[in-house]
């Protein structure tokens, strides 16, 4: 916890990735929704595109993990780190608690760019809770993810690098903002069983956002199956590459 105080201190210093974290989903929001929503379902397509800009958004925060490890690597402070009495994951777990507060306050505002373009929470309140905490559960993995590429780049150039050659693919080939059923034949299977379009349709499902027929999902088991499939895909995120990330991170600090 002291590390993760210590990272969201170290954002009063770089107001500009604080930005840029919550100017990003606020620009597809608005290009998404008023580029394409009046061919692909107007009101409802907007209600639509709210869960996989959720989704979107907590996987593009997985790219400040990785950039403030390989930063922290680049400016010596792992080093001091080392020296200290402390658990050799906690410099890592530290920095993905004070990213997922990071990615609390980007769906915050997320959802408030939401309500204006006319997205609304149609479900219980009690669904629009499990929806956003189900959201930052996968929020966690993905930081993992970041986490150990950061590790493995060790250079903030790197790191930059690095994060667009998987985040593009993983956010892209999903249902996050149009319907699987259109892609070709292998590309629709990975985007149907795709973590961010099981989280994607999750959310939808519990805010209670139907699909217009334009971008409605087809009948499978990853769609039928979202709320569990996508907290089955996140659990396992964390089991594979916490330990991969740790692993990294004590063999660089024997180093």
Same mark, same amino acid.
């Given at each position: 916890?002291?590390?993760?105080?210590?990272?969201?201190?170290?954002?009063?210093?770089?107001?500009?990735?604080?930005?840029?974290?919550?100017?990003?989903?606020?620009?597809?929001?608005?290009?998404?929704?008023?580029?394409?929503?009046?061919?692909?379902?107007?009101?409802?397509?907007?209600?639509?595109?709210?869960?996989?800009?959720?989704?979107?958004?907590?996987?593009?925060?997985?790219?400040?993990?990785?950039?403030?490890?390989?930063?922290?690597?680049?400016?010596?402070?792992?080093?001091?780190?080392?020296?200290?009495?402390?658990?050799?994951?906690?410099?890592?777990?530290?920095?993905?608690?004070?990213?997922?507060?990071?990615?609390?306050?980007?769906?915050?505002?997320?959802?408030?760019?939401?309500?204006?373009?006319?997205?609304?929470?149609?479900?219980?309140?009690?669904?629009? $809770?499990? #929806? *956003?905490? %189900? /959201?930052?559960?996968?929020?966690?993995?993905?930081?993992?993810?970041?986490?150990? +590429? =950061?590790?493995?780049?060790?250079?903030?150039?790197?790191?930059?690098?690095?994060?667009?050659?998987?985040?593009?693919?993983?956010?892209?080939?999903?249902?996050?903002?149009?319907?699987?059923?259109?892609?070709?034949?292998?590309?629709?299977?990975?985007?149907?069983?795709?973590?961010?379009?099981?989280?994607?349709?999750?959310?939808?499902?519990?805010?209670?956002?139907?699909?217009?027929?334009?971008?409605?999902?087809?009948?499978?088991?990853?769609?039928?199956? $979202?709320? #569990? *499939?996508? %907290? /089955?895909?996140?659990?396992?995120?964390?089991?594979?590459?916490?330990?991969?990330? +740790? =692993?990294?991170?004590?063999?660089?600090?024997?180093?």
């Amino acid at each position: 916890m002291i590390i993760a105080w210590r990272n969201l201190l170290n954002l009063r210093r770089t107001p500009g990735s604080v930005i840029a974290a919550l100017i990003q989903p606020l620009m597809f929001v608005l290009l998404l929704a008023y580029v394409f929503g009046g061919s692909l379902g107007g009101d409802g397509y907007r209600s639509f595109l709210m869960g996989g800009i959720f989704a979107q958004a907590v996987t593009f925060n997985a790219s400040f993990t990785a950039i403030g490890l390989a930063s922290d690597m680049d400016k010596g402070m792992v080093d001091r780190f080392r020296a200290l009495p402390m658990p050799r994951g906690s410099v890592i777990l530290g920095r993905t608690l004070s990213d997922l507060a990071m990615s609390a306050v980007t769906l915050t505002v997320t959802s408030l760019c939401g309500l204006l373009v006319g997205w609304r929470v149609e479900g219980t309140a009690l669904d629009a $809770a499990r #929806g *956003y905490l %189900l /959201v930052l559960v996968f929020a966690f993995a993905m930081s993992w993810v970041g986490a150990t +590429v =950061g590790l493995v780049a060790r250079s903030v150039e790197v790191a930059q690098s690095a994060g667009l050659v998987w985040l593009f693919p993983i956010t892209f080939v999903s249902s996050a903002f149009v319907s699987v059923t259109s892609m070709p034949g292998p590309l629709r299977v990975v985007a149907e069983w795709n973590p961010v379009s099981a989280t994607a349709t999750a959310a939808r499902s519990l805010f209670g956002n139907d699909a217009p027929a334009a971008v409605a999902p087809p009948q499978s088991w990853p769609v039928e199956h $979202a709320t #569990g *499939y996508a %907290l /089955v895909c996140a659990l396992g995120v964390i089991a594979v590459f916490m330990p991969i990330a +740790v =692993g990294r991170y004590r063999r660089i600090a024997r180093g």
